[in-house]
């Protein structure tokens, strides 16, 4: 039996994310900045909708870590439709934290976008330590929440409907509150006929962190991290590594 929760979405992916594109790579590219080459590490890289952004601002080498084997479908797919992608990016099948020991001992700059909240309190521990160990001085990391801000339930939200051809892609979601520090996301996605007619809807239920900018930037703070101000959306929080801790 496979756990992965995004093989019920995997196959739409692309056509989900394709509305925010535009803003996410414009703020990813606002919060992280140039870069001067290197490897460049994007964690939960999904079907990888950052690389080009990441590879565009300088990186050297791309590693796109993603655990889930569905998802990787576009990952590769991304990847290997651009040859300069293909030359540059190698794909690690794994997650945060088992996926360390295949990534290089120095990083110019790491992502995580949509997909801290998916980490144990262990793993997200271990992707404070690496992050100093591993990052350059002045190496940032940028990552990006998804609601809720706070522990809370949410009830059932309309997040649109995306046509792609004569199909139209609708997606729903609600969350509950499962924990102090958990909420349980159930998320269902409708494919729909031109007469908006449902041909078929799949759904998937997950646990999610709920984390607030200001608990991830204590933990940052704790491993040498400093919260970088920056002109994009709330939800992206973009950190820069200014020195070592004692002790790390
Ligand atoms: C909402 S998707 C975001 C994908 C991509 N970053 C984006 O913004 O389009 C979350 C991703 O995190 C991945 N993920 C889940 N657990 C993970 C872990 N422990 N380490 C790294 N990625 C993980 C999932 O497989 C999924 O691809």
Do not use: C
Not at 58 to 78: D, H, K, N, Y
Not at 134 to 152: D, E, K, N, T, W
Request: hydrophobic share 45%; no cysteine; charged share 25%.
């Amino acid at each position: 039996m496979t756990t992965d929760m995004y093989d019920a979405n995997a196959e739409w992916y692309a056509a989900l994310v394709a509305p925010w594109k535009e803003d996410t790579d414009r703020t990813l590219r606002e919060a992280l900045g140039e870069l001067a080459g290197g490897d460049v590490i994007d964690l939960g890289s999904g079907i990888g909708s950052s690389l080009p952004v990441l590879r565009d601002l300088g990186a050297q080498r791309l590693f796109a870590v993603e655990p889930s084997a569905a998802m990787r479908v576009g990952l590769m797919t991304t990847v290997a439709a651009d040859a300069d992608l293909r030359a540059r990016t190698t794909i690690v099948a794994g997650g945060v934290p088992d996926a360390f020991d295949q990534l290089p001992d120095t990083w110019q700059a790491a992502t995580m976008l949509n997909a801290i909240g998916h980490l144990s309190e262990e793993a997200r521990a271990a992707l404070w330590r690496t992050l100093a160990e591993r990052l350059v001085p002045g190496g940032r990391f940028v990552l990006s929440l998804q609601p809720p801000a706070i522990v809370s339930d949410i009830p059932w939200t309309d997040f649109g409907t995306f046509a792609v051809g004569t199909r139209q892609l609708a997606t729903r979601g609600r969350a509950e509150v499962m924990s102090e520090t958990h909420v349980e996301w159930e998320m269902e996605w409708s494919l729909l006929d031109a007469d908006g007619a449902v041909l078929e809807t799949r759904s998937a239920r997950h646990p999610w962190r709920v984390l607030t900018p200001d608990q991830l930037t204590t933990e940052a703070e704790a491993h040498g991290l400093k919260l970088l101000p920056h002109g994009g959306a709330d939800s992206f929080l973009a950190y820069e590594l200014t020195g070592r801790v004692v002790g790390e």
